[in-house]
């Protein structure tokens, strides 16, 4: 299989408004390190010629530098500012992005991702052009228009997790499009420029920390991971 560069672009613009926290979410503690210092390890534990793209205010540059060094990846960590907006975001990470690459964009509180889904996701993205891990839905769920609500079919729909992974000359033209609100994810970004993505199974695991309980649940599965 050909070989590419790899380069994670690693998204961590939350505030922690719904943590109740002061600390922005991703930098509170888990199992002894900070959220994000798990997330980037997971990364540099795929592949340890990664490059990796923090993308956070640049106010909070100050919290992550202290734990940059840990990673001694031949591959760098580059700080990069967030935008307003998770595309303008996004789009500030791939301006370093200058060689053909298979581009990873993660969100920077699920930083349970295991090394595995990070090669999956890589491979498909080689072969496929994109890779959007997907997890089934268990509950049941109903569209609600307004005074009216009925049942859907939940086999129809997906929970869409990151690393939403591309070949850069995908991913690249496509964020050179205007904003549009529209633009949910990297996924809705790609399409718009004509690509179908390709989906791949994802991990129950693979939680996004947003709200304490989340934070509880992961210490708990990072515990039996590393017991």
Same mark, same amino acid.
């Given at each position: 299989?050909?070989q590419?560069?790899?380069?994670a672009?690693?998204?961590?613009?939350?505030?922690?408004?719904?943590?109740?926290? $002061?600390?922005?979410?991703q930098?509170?503690?888990?199992?002894?390190?900070?959220?994000?210092?798990?997330?980037v390890?997971?990364f540099v534990?795929a592949?340890n +010629?990664?490059?990796i793209?923090?993308?956070l205010?640049?106010v909070?540059f100050?919290?992550?530098?202290?734990?940059?060094h840990?990673?001694?990846?031949? @591959?760098n960590?580059?700080?990069?500012?967030?935008?307003?907006?998770?595309?303008?975001?996004?789009r500030?990470?791939?301006?370093?992005v200058k060689?053909? $690459?298979?581009?990873?964009? =993660?969100d920077?509180v699920?930083p349970?991702? $295991?090394?595995?889904?990070?090669?999956?996701?890589?491979e498909a @993205?080689?072969?496929?052009?994109s890779?959007?891990?997907v997890i089934d839905? #268990?509950?049941?769920i109903?569209?609600?228009e307004?005074?009216?609500? #009925?049942?859907?079919?939940?086999?129809?729909?997906?929970?869409i997790q990151?690393?939403?992974?591309f070949?850069? *000359?995908w991913?690249?033209? @496509?964020?050179?499009?205007?904003? +549009?609100p529209?633009?949910?994810d990297e @996924?809705?970004?790609?399409?718009?420029?004509? =690509?179908?993505v390709h989906?791949?199974?994802?991990? *129950?695991?693979?939680?996004?920390?947003t709200?304490?309980?989340?934070?509880?649940?992961?210490s708990?599965?990072l515990?039996?991971k590393?017991s």
């Amino acid at each position: 299989m050909e070989q590419r560069n790899k380069i994670a672009i690693i998204v961590a613009g939350g505030s922690g408004s719904r943590m109740g926290s $002061s600390i922005p979410k991703q930098f509170l503690d888990l199992s002894g390190k900070p959220v994000l210092w798990h997330t980037v390890n997971a990364f540099v534990s795929a592949f340890n +010629d990664i490059r990796i793209v923090l993308v956070l205010p640049e106010v909070h540059f100050g919290y992550v530098e202290p734990w940059l060094h840990e990673f001694n990846t031949s @591959a760098n960590v580059t700080l990069v500012k967030g935008g307003e907006t998770r595309f303008h975001s996004v789009r500030n990470g791939l301006q370093e992005v200058k060689m053909p $690459s298979v581009v990873f964009v =993660h969100d920077g509180v699920r930083p349970l991702i $295991s090394t595995s889904l990070i090669r999956t996701c890589y491979e498909a @993205a080689l072969t496929k052009g994109s890779a959007i891990p997907v997890i089934d839905m #268990k509950d049941s769920i109903r569209q609600v228009e307004g005074e009216e609500n #009925k049942a859907v079919d939940r086999e129809q729909f997906k929970i869409i997790q990151t690393p939403q992974t591309f070949l850069s *000359e995908w991913l690249l033209p @496509a964020f050179e499009l205007p904003y +549009d609100p529209l633009f949910t994810d990297e @996924a809705t970004v790609v399409e718009r420029q004509g =690509h179908r993505v390709h989906l791949v199974p994802g991990e *129950e695991a693979n939680i996004k920390i947003t709200r304490p309980l989340d934070l509880t649940i992961a210490s708990a599965l990072l515990k039996e991971k590393n017991s």
